[in-house]
């Protein structure tokens, strides 16, 4: 397994049990109750790998709690919702997290939510109540009293099953000045193919304006300063990949998936990209003191790293 495929599953897992192990069970109430600040680990750094890092301040959920819970939390300093939806039948299994902002400038989180859900993969959900929407999605595998299956096969069949297994995250990874800082991650198996496939696209958010802030608010806009910067991608996907040679993207490389923190800009690249499947996830960064030249002296960005 690869050190992209291990960085992404022990982010995904980490965050998974510490969502699911922040609610408490509380009669009348449809969601649990806001965990304190001092509650909650907070995350010094974007990387997948700063999920090893969370604080072990928390309970199991018990067994015979339904899988399909809501409830509230507090991350980073910022007010989240999170969604934790699981079903399984004979023939598929599904899970969705989704921890979306609430609270802080209405007009702001408004905004913000509206644009988590234009992304591919969360049309179906965007509008009206989330939670019914889920309830909805799910009742199919509340129905079925078929037990989660793993292998694809039913027991007492002669016969293997097709089996379909997905996952769809949608985080916070990240609040740095005056950003968020989400993640979509989206796996999909059939029980017939050689592996999953899966991916995850990074979206910022100014959190003064509820803007999505793109590549093209950050960098200069010329040929030149972009090729350079997707040739300084091309030289760390070689390192990333310990190879000589790789093949030249060009402009591609600025893929616009990237996220930030004090100190360096990170591209991602999904499996099959830049590179093969068995490469993983490529994480290429840019320190920002390199990037200076070439970005926007106007934009967010430039003026929280170089003028605070």
Not at 98 to 120: D, L, R
Not at 144 to 169: A, H, I, M, P, Q
Not at 198 to 203: A, E, F, K, M, N
Request: include cysteine; hydrophobic fraction near 35%; proline fraction near 4%.
């Amino acid at each position: 397994m690869t050190k992209g495929v291990l960085q992404y599953g022990v982010f995904a897992l980490c965050l998974l049990c510490w969502c699911c192990s922040q609610k408490e069970n509380k009669d009348g109430e449809e969601s649990g109750p806001v965990v304190e600040k001092d509650a909650v680990a907070v995350v010094d750094s974007v990387e997948p790998k700063i999920a090893e890092q969370i604080v072990d301040t928390v309970v199991d959920v018990p067994e015979e709690q339904s899988p399909n819970i809501v409830y509230d939390t507090v991350m980073m300093g910022m007010d989240f919702r999170c969604y934790h939806y699981k079903g399984a039948s004979k023939e598929s299994s599904s899970e969705i997290n989704f921890v979306i902002p609430i609270n802080g400038n209405a007009t702001v989180t408004k905004k913000i939510v509206h644009k988590i859900f234009e992304m591919p993969g969360l049309e179906d959900y965007a509008g009206g109540d989330l939670k019914q929407k889920l309830d909805d999605d799910f009742s199919v595998y509340a129905k079925s009293s078929d037990k989660e299956g793993e292998t694809g096969t039913v027991e007492g069949d002669e016969e293997e099953t097709e089996y379909f297994s997905s996952t769809l995250t949608v985080c916070p990874i990240d609040v740095v000045g005056g950003f968020l800082i989400m993640s979509l991650s989206q796996w999909e198996y059939y029980s017939s193919s050689l592996h999953p496939m899966w991916g995850c696209q990074s979206i910022v958010f100014s959190l003064a304006s509820g803007d999505v802030v793109s590549q093209d608010d950050i960098l200069e806009n010329d040929k030149e300063s972009r090729m350079v910067v997707a040739e300084k991608l091309v030289d760390l996907l070689k390192e990333y990949l310990e190879e000589e040679e790789v093949t030249d993207y060009g402009l591609d490389m600025l893929n616009d998936n990237f996220f930030f923190n004090d100190s360096e800009l990170t591209y991602m690249y999904n499996p099959y990209e830049v590179a093969y499947y068995a490469a993983g996830a490529p994480e290429l960064k840019l320190e920002k003191e390199w990037l200076k030249p070439y970005m926007k002296k106007d934009s967010e960005l430039y003026k929280y790293w170089f003028k605070n």
